[in-house]
């Protein structure tokens, strides 16, 4: 079966792994024989990007979608299934040329349910999805379950929602070296300043003032306004994601933050979670609704919902730490990798042929 895929991008510098794991599961549906087209916008260094190839299929690239608009129709019209994943500059546009495609399924997949949910509950626009919400898609695909699925349902217009949640991609997420520069006791990795200034006050920052013999170390180039500067946190503000892994191998115990739509909303794992249980990391993560659901608490991660449970979670002996982070790994490759995601795929979309899954 031919699959259009919009709403891909490639050379930002600042995309999430969004490419990383969409290229993964793109691969994962060719290598069952599906012929898949990957519209693709191009960014500001794209030339620096990896070349890439689809067994079977193609990459459609641009720089402007009115120039490519015309032979994208083209392809959904011709494709069985029309996928638009609501992500980047164009994602509005190629949301309404998939909707009003003549492919038989046409499905949307939002990778931000918590934030779209926190501004359709507010009344408020969302700018990666139409104005006038879901409904014509066949399924809507979102990055939240649980309860919040009918209230996103309800609120986007969509007629059917289903959870598509973050994915790993074993062969780069994994773990990284030992890197004396960066150890420590406890690490953070720090996405954006949005919705963690309260999570990094009470479970990073504070714990550092009271543990002032213990090392912390912040990754992030764009932090709170506000963090203080001390002489046992370490900062590294403009590290490459590829080192990553290797801060997550030289601490201890890695803090994982919800953002406060993801706390609020509840069931909205973060890849940033699924990443350091990849990488074997000892977690300690912020508590919100459905946790439990995707690591066991105590037994696979370490759950905050106090600044004295990451102390405490400090002082644990480093083989219970070690147990830990080997167990999450466990679970995470077997229910959240990219080969499970297009598995589920495929069940979501009713795709036929390429083996059994």
């Not at 490519?68 to 299934?81: C, F, L, M, T």
């Not at 997550?248 to 953002?259: D, E, G, I, M």
């Not at 890849?271 to 977690?283: H, N, Y």
Request: hydrophobic share 45%.
């Amino acid at each position: 079966m031919k699959i259009v895929i919009f709403g891909l991008t490639n050379g930002y510098r600042r995309d999430g792994g969004h490419t990383l794991r969409w290229r993964a599961l793109i691969q994962g549906l060719a290598i069952r024989g599906h012929r898949v087209v990957a519209v693709e916008r191009a960014g500001p260094d794209t030339v620096a990007a990896a070349p890439w190839a689809i067994p079977g299929g193609d990459v459609l690239t641009y720089a402007d979608w009115d120039a490519v608009a015309s032979e994208a129709a083209a392809q959904a019209d011709d494709a069985g299934v029309a996928l638009v994943v609501a992500h980047g500059p164009d994602a509005r546009l190629a949301a309404d040329l998939v909707r009003n495609s003549k492919a038989p399924r046409r499905a949307l997949y939002d990778p931000e349910a918590a934030v779209s949910l926190t501004a359709l509950e507010a009344g408020e626009a969302v700018p990666h999805l139409p104005t006038d919400g879901l409904a014509g898609f066949d399924v809507v695909m979102a990055s939240c379950g649980g309860p919040a699925l009918e209230r996103y349902r309800a609120k986007a217009g969509a007629e059917a929602v289903v959870p598509l949640y973050p994915w790993i991609v074993p062969e780069a997420d994994k773990a990284g070296d030992f890197r004396r520069e960066y150890l420590g006791d406890l690490c953070c990795i720090v996405t954006g300043p949005d919705g963690i200034r309260e999570g990094l006050d009470r479970f990073f920052i504070d714990p550092a003032q009271r543990l002032t013999r213990r090392r912390f170390v912040l990754v992030g180039a764009e932090l709170p306004d506000g963090v203080p500067k001390a002489a046992n946190i370490l900062n590294f503000p403009s590290l490459d994601p590829a080192e990553h892994p290797d801060v997550l191998a030289s601490a201890s115990l890695a803090l994982t933050l919800a953002r406060d739509e993801e706390r609020r909303i509840g069931w909205c794992p973060s890849d940033r979670l699924f990443v350091a249980a990849a990488c074997g990391s000892a977690i300690v993560a912020d508590q919100w609704e459905g946790l439990d659901s995707f690591f066991e608490p105590g037994r696979e991660i370490l759950v905050a919902a106090q600044t004295d449970d990451v102390t405490t979670a400090m002082m644990l002996p480093r083989n219970h730490l070690t147990d830990l982070g080997r167990r999450a790994r466990k679970r995470v490759l077997a229910e959240h990798s990219a080969e499970r995601r297009v598995q589920e795929l495929r069940g979501i979309l009713d795709l036929k042929g390429g083996g059994d899954d």
